[in-house]
């Protein structure tokens, strides 16, 4: 197994992999560049599965025990292997979305100059070019996901052998959970390459502004239809909507809003408007239509998931998910265009679109407030810090409707 591991920890933590990876290399460049931190995360993670998978197969062969739940790895720690594999799958699609499975010529000859030994085992239709050695070996693992699967559903149906039904019960479990990421590896992979696809039909500035390796494509309205309501016969209106943010843009210029602080309602249908859909943001209402009931529900859907997505972050997202958006959540976020807050930083509460429960309030010149909102406007007790000259101010008290209420102290 060293011969496997080896190649990749070396060239992870090699000085020629830091050149390559920046620019003539400058290791700060490298730090900044989110393909090649992807790379180089990439490599170590998959050395630390191979040592895990080597370190497993390792002790299975010592064991002298016939009960396959005691001999399988797979089985016997089930929970381990699959939150390494989750954490694999996670980086692997990363990298796949922004192109990071693509290497140049000099750095895939380098790369692959360390693997000669593992190219042997390769079959002979997957050696191509370097650069497809490279994908290969790295898209390795998500094949094992689907493996361990099989190999698992087939020992669960096995009636020929002759298990307890304590370590049927084992393989059951651990059946479940490698068939729920695999489920998921075969969903985040479509993703990925869609999402490459994508980015690849991108102008550069685009690119440069909104393509970060965790960012997927969700939906975008050149191929399912969306638009401003009342929109101009003449105006240009293109949606794009992310795994964290839903982009607007129109002509060279474009818009972008944080999942986290949107929440979306269907317009019933009237006279003045079909198949509406209602976007609240802290600043912006922005009222949008479909051209079908279908396109409509469709469209729900994919706001809310990525809502969803953007407010649950966790590693297991895709295994445990709300059924909708929560009303209530927490996030945080700077306002430029509200006449009170103005360049403040808002972290704290929110329901439907506005500041409502606790939260703090900082803004640009100092001013602090830590209390209660309701409705976007200090409600409840609070403390309101101002800096001045001869030093800070501070009001602290009940507010209502944004003012100091009966007693406080000054």
């Known amino acids: ?56 197969i390792y002790d299975a062969l010592g064991d002298d025990t016939v009960e396959v ?29 922004i192109s990071g499975l693509v290497l140049g010529t000099k750095e895939a000859n380098a790369v692959m100059d360390k693997f000669r030994l593992e190219i042997e085992l390769i079959p002979e239709e997957k050696k191509k070019s370097n650069n497809e050695l490279f994908s290969y070996l790295l898209l390795r693992p998500l094949k094992r996901i ?41 969903k985040n992979q479509i993703e990925a390459e869609s999402t490459k696809k994508f980015w690849e039909s991108c102008s550069p500035k685009i690119i ?16 399912h239809m969306i638009n401003l309501h ?41 006279s003045a408007i079909q198949n509406g859909i209602q976007i609240s943001l802290p600043e912006d209402t922005l009222t949008l239509v479909c051209p079908t009931s279908s396109d409509k529900g469709q469209w729900m859907y994919a706001l809310q998931e990525g809502i969803k997505r953007s407010v649950n972050t966790s590693i297991e997202y895709n295994m445990q998910v709300p059924r909708a958006p ?31 429960g606790e939260g703090v309030m900082n803004w640009a010149e100092g001013k602090c407030y830590d209390g209660e909102f309701r409705q976007s406007v200090f409600q409840g007790p609070g403390k309101l810090q101002v800096p001045e000259l001869e030093g800070i101010t501070s009001y602290e008290g009940v507010w209502k409707n944004g003012k100091l209420q009966g007693k406080g102290i000054i």
């Open 69 to 97: 739940t005691s001999a399988v790895p797979i089985i016997l720690q089930v929970e381990e292997h699959k939150m390494m594999y989750q954490k694999y799958l996670n980086l692997v699609c990363d990298a796949i979305a």
């Open 208 to 223: 440069e502004a909104l393509a970060i390796p965790s960012r997927r494509l969700l939906r975008e309205s050149k191929t």
């Open 326 to 356: 929560p009303l209530v959540r927490t996030a945080s976020y700077t306002f430029t265009k509200h006449p009170q807050y103005k360049d403040a930083t808002y972290t704290g509460q929110w329901f439907c679109g506005k500041l409502h």
């Open 230 to 270: 009342n929109a101009g016969r003449f105006s240009s209106h293109y949606f794009v909507l992310l795994t964290d943010v839903l982009v607007h843009l129109q002509y060279s210029n474009f818009s972008t809003y944080q999942l986290k602080t949107m929440w979306v309602e269907v317009i019933p249908n009237s």
């Open 1 to 56: 197994m060293k011969y496997v591991i080896k190649p990749f920890q070396n060239y992870a933590n090699s000085k020629n992999y830091k050149d390559y990876t920046s620019n003539n290399g400058n290791i700060s460049a490298f730090e900044n560049n989110p393909i090649k931190r992807v790379k180089s995360a990439l490599l170590e993670t998959f050395t630390e599965l191979t040592n895990v998978v080597a370190s497993s």
């Open 146 to 186: 689907h493996e361990y699967e099989e190999l698992l559903l087939n020992i669960k149906n096995d009636t020929e052998n002759y298990y307890s039904s304590f370590s049927l019960d084992k393989v059951k479990i651990a059946h479940s959970h490698w068939r729920q990421l695999s489920n998921t590896a075969h």
